[in-house]
C-alpha cells in the first residue's frame, strides 16, 4: 500500500519524539513526559507502522525487540585494538604515571580528562551515516563477538545517533552494565522463580548481552556508557581534546557520565579520586575505580603505547570489594534476641581496605540458598562499612571433603534449645535471660548511648561481669560499687571511680529511654518514643493490652504482641521493679503531658547541615520534648526545614515545596518560646 506523504511525515515525527524521550529517561534519567503518555506515543507509531508496513526501518523505536535466536556469536575483527589501561593502585603509582607524561611532553602541568572507570564490560558499536550498524563485545582486544541484536535492545543505546549530520563512519566505545536497581529487581525476580542469582552488577551484564537469544537480552535492563571512539571518518568529529570529543558523543545523543570533569596536574587527579570514592555507594552504577586521559589529541599522540597500554592514560583503581578465598568452618553466634547468626570463619583475606575473617551468611535458609559448604571457595564482598557477607560460591573448586552446615538443635552458649518459628527466618535460643550470650547483649544494649547512656560499660566489661555471675539482670548494675569493680582484670580504682559515677547519672533516665533500654523485641527507639508519649507513665504501658498498644502509630499487631509478651513475663516485671528500686526514674507523666500539649505538638520537622549550638540528636530530643517529630526526608507534610551551616539536598526540596526553612537562630528562638 502506498504510503500517504502526510502519514510518512507524522511517523517520522513520532520517531524523532520517542527518541528524544527514550534519551531523556534512559540516558539522561531525566524524563519530560509520563511513561503513560510514552507508550501511547509509542503504540501509535506501532499501529501506522502496522498499516503501512513499508514505514520500518531498522532504526525505528518499535524494532528494539529480540530478533531470533543464534546458534553462536559470529566473530568481528576490530580495526582499532581495543587496549587495556595500566593500572595505578597508590598515590605513588598515579605520581609516577603525571611524570612520566610531564617528561613525555616537557611540560610543567598537564590538563587531564577524568571519568568513572564503569565495571561492567566493553563493546564496540559501529555507526554508519548515523545508523547502528554493529555492535560487538571487546573479547581478547582483537577480535571480539557480534552481539548487534542484543545491544539493540539495549535502550539506552541510540539506533540513530542526533545530529543532523552525523558522520559516515564512528565507532563508538563504552561500557554496557546493568544499574544497581535493576540489578537488585533482577536478583529478586530470579529469587522468586527458583533460579540462580548473579554474583554482581557486572557478571549480571555480561550473562545478559552475551545471550545467543536476544529476548532474552530484552528483558533484562541494560545500561550504557560512552568513554571514546575507535575508527571514525567524516565530517564534524572534534579533534583537539577528549572532553570535546565527549561533549560532541553527547550531542549525537550517546550516553555519557556526568560525572566527567578536566582537572589539571597530579593534585586535579587525587582530589576527583577522593571525590568519587566518596560517593562511590551512592552513584547508581558500580565503578572499580576512576580513569586519567591526557586531554589533549596531539599530547596523546605524542605518547603513544608502550606493548598494548597507553601511556597516556591510566586507570586508578578503588580496593577490590570482591575477594574470594576459603571458608574454613561455620560458627554459630547468638545475639540480644537470640537469634542465631551463622558466622563464616574465614582464611583472612585483603577485600575493601582491610583484612577480614568473619563474614555473616544472615541465616540457614541463606546457606543452603547460596550452597554454601565448610571448605569451599567463596566470594567475600566487603562494601564500604558494610559488614562483609559471602556472596557467592565457586563451585568449581569445591574440594571432596567439603561438608553441609547443620543449624544446631542447641544453643552454642547456653544449651537451650534452639527454635524456629515457621513464620521466621532465622532459630533462635529459648533460653531468654538464661542465656549467657543473650544476656551480655542485653546489658550491652541497656548501657548503650541511646539507652541508658553508662559510659565505659563495654564489652570486656560485661563479659567478665557475666562470667563471674557478678551481674546476671540490668537492675544487678546499680548494686555496684568500687570496689567489686576494681578487683576485675583490667580495672583501675580510677575507671572504677568514673563507672560508679556514670552508673550514678544514668538513673536520671527519660520513660522513652528506659522503654528502649529494656530491649523488648521490635521495640527500637522510635517506637519507644512513641509509646512513652501515648502512655504517658510505664505503669500504663505494662498495663496496656494487645489492642490498646495497636493504638499507637506504627505499633501493628506483631510489635504489640512482642511488648504484650514481654512485659506478661514475671522475670521481667520483677527486674523493672528491682532497677526502680535501685533508684532508677523518669519524670513521667509530666514530660508526657508536656509534650502533648508542647508548643511543637503535631508538627514535623527535618534537620539538615550542621548546627553549631548542638548535635542533631540534640536538637531532636528538644524537638521531641515539645511533642514535635523528626523525620529524615523533606515532603509536603514536613513543617519546618532547620538548616544548619552548608545544607544539603533537603534544603533544596524545601524550597521547592514550598516549606518554612528556620534558621539555627530562628529555631533557638523557637524553642525558647
Ligand atoms: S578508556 C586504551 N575509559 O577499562 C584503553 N576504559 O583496561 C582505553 N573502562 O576494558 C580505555 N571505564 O572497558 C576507558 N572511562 C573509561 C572506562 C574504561 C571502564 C574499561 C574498558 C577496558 C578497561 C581498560
Request: with cysteine.
Amino acid at each position: 500500500m502506498a504510503v500517504p506523504e502526510s502519514v510518512a511525515r507524522h511517523a517520522r515525527k513520532l520517531r524523532e519524539t520517542l527518541e528524544y524521550h527514550s534519551y531523556l529517561y534512559y540516558a539522561l534519567d531525566r524524563p519530560e513526559i509520563s511513561d503513560a503518555e510514552y507508550d501511547r506515543l509509542f503504540r501509535e507509531l506501532q499501529e501506522l507502522e502496522a498499516k503501512y508496513p513499508a514505514l520500518v526501518t531498522p532504526g525505528s523505536p518499535t524494532q528494539r525487540v529480540g530478533s531470533a535466536p543464534l546458534k553462536e556469536f559470529a566473530t568481528v575483527a576490530h580495526q582499532v585494538p581495543m587496549l587495556s589501561l595500566n593500572n595505578a593502585f597508590e598515590e605513588e603509582d598515579v605520581r609516577g604515571f603525571d611524570r612520566r607524561v610531564r617528561e613525555g611532553l616537557e611540560a610543567e602541568d598537564v590538563a587531564y580528562a577524568v571519568e568513572p572507570k564503569f565495571d561492567g564490560l566493553a563493546v564496540s558499536l559501529v555507526y554508519r551515516d548515523g545508523a547502528l550498524s554493529q555492535g560487538a563485545t571487546r573479547g581478547d582486544g582483537y577480535t571480539g563477538e557480534e552481539v548487534t541484536a542484543n545491544l539493540r535492545t539495549v535502550k539506552a543505546i541510540p539506533l540513530r545517533l542526533a545530529a543532523a549530520h552525523a558522520p559516515e563512519l564512528l565507532e563508538v566505545r563504552g561500557e554496557v552494565l546493568m544499574l544497581k536497581k535493576d540489578f537488585e529487581a533482577l536478583n529478586r525476580e530470579q529469587r522468586e522463580k527458583g533460579e540462580k542469582e548473579f554474583v554482581n552488577p557486572r557478571n549480571a551484564a555480561a550473562g545478559s548481552l552475551r545471550q545467543l537469544d536476544p529476548r532474552i537480552t530484552a528483558t533484562r535492563r541494560l545500561a550504557f556508557f560512552a568513554y571514546g571512539v575507535g575508527v571514525a571518518r567524516g565530517e564534524g568529529l572534534p579533534r583537539d581534546t577528549h572532553s570535546g570529543l565527549m561533549d560532541y558523543l553527547e550531542k549525537l545523543r550517546l550516553p555519557v557520565s556526568r560525572e566527567r570533569q578536566v582537572v589539571r596536574g597530579v593534585k586535579g587527579l587525587l582530589e576527583y579520586y577522593r571525590d568519587i570514592q566518596a560517593r562511590r555507594e551512592k552513584l547508581p552504577y558500580d565503578i572499580d575505580g576512576v580513569v586519567y586521559k591526557v586531554n589533549d589529541f596531539a599530547a596523546q599522540e605524542q605518547l603513544g603505547f608502550v606493548s598494548r597500554a597507553p601511556r597516556f592514560a591510566v586507570a586508578h583503581k578503588f580496593p577490590a570489594e570482591e575477594a574470594t578465598t576459603v571458608l574454613e568452618d561455620i560458627e554459630v553466634s547468638v545475639g540480644r534476641t537470640g537469634a542465631l547468626t551463622p558466622v563464616a570463619r574465614l582464611r583472612p583475606v585483603f577485600v575493601g581496605g582491610v583484612t577480614v575473617t568473619n563474614a555473616t551468611l544472615h541465616n540457614e535458609d541463606e546457606i543452603r540458598r547460596k550452597d554454601i559448604m565448610i571448605g569451599d571457595t567463596v566470594i567475600v564482598r566487603r562494601a564500604g562499612d558494610v559488614i562483609p557477607e559471602v556472596v557467592a560460591v565457586v563451585k568449581e573448586h569445591r574440594p571432596k571433603h567439603a561438608r553441609h552446615f547443620v543449624m544446631p538443635a542447641k544453643c552454642p552458649v547456653c544449651g537451650s534449645a534452639a527454635a524456629r518459628s515457621e513464620d521466621e527466618a532465622v532459630a533462635r535460643c529459648t533460653g531468654g535471660l538464661y542465656c549467657p550470650a543473650q544476656r551480655k547483649q542485653a546489658l550491652l544494649h541497656f548501657a548503650s548511648r541511646r539507652a541508658m547512656d553508662i559510659e565505659g560499660l563495654g564489652d570486656k566489661l560485661v563479659d567478665q561481669l557475666v562470667d563471674n555471675q557478678v551481674v546476671t539482670t540490668p537492675a544487678d548494675i546499680y548494686r555496684l560499687d568500687v570496689d567489686t569493680l576494681a578487683d576485675l582484670e583490667r580495672m583501675g580504682e580510677k575507671s572504677a571511680q568514673n563507672l560508679v559515677a556514670a552508673i550514678e547519672s544514668s538513673k536520671e533516665a527519660t520513660l522513652a529511654r528506659f522503654i528502649y533500654a529494656l530491649g523488648i523485641r521490635n521495640v527500637g527507639e522510635a517506637t519507644a518514643k512513641d509509646l512513652a508519649r501515648h502512655f504517658g507513665t510505664l505503669d500504663a504501658l505494662m498495663e496496656a493490652d494487645a489492642s490498646s498498644l495497636e493504638e499507637v502509630r506504627d505499633v501493628g499487631p506483631v510489635v504489640a504482641k512482642s511488648i504484650a509478651r514481654f512485659f506478661a513475663e514475671r522475670h521481667n516485671r520483677e527486674v523493672i521493679r528491682d532497677l526502680r528500686a535501685r533508684g532508677v526514674r523518669w519524670a513521667e507523666d509530666k514530660a508526657a503531658r508536656r509534650a502533648r500539649q508542647g508548643a511543637f505538638a503535631g508538627k514535623t520537622f527535618v534537620l539538615t547541615g550542621t548546627l553549631s549550638a548542638m548535635t542533631r540528636d540534640e536538637a531532636k530530643d528538644r524537638i521531641e520534648a515539645l511533642g514535635g517529630k523528626v523525620t529524615g526526608s523533606v515532603s509536603k507534610k514536613t513543617d519546618y526545614v532547620v538548616a544548619g551551616a552548608d545544607p544539603g539536598s533537603k534544603y533544596d526540596k524545601a524550597r521547592e515545596l514550598g516549606v518554612t526553612i528556620l534558621d539555627e537562630e530562628q529555631f533557638a528562638n523557637m524553642l525558647s518560646g
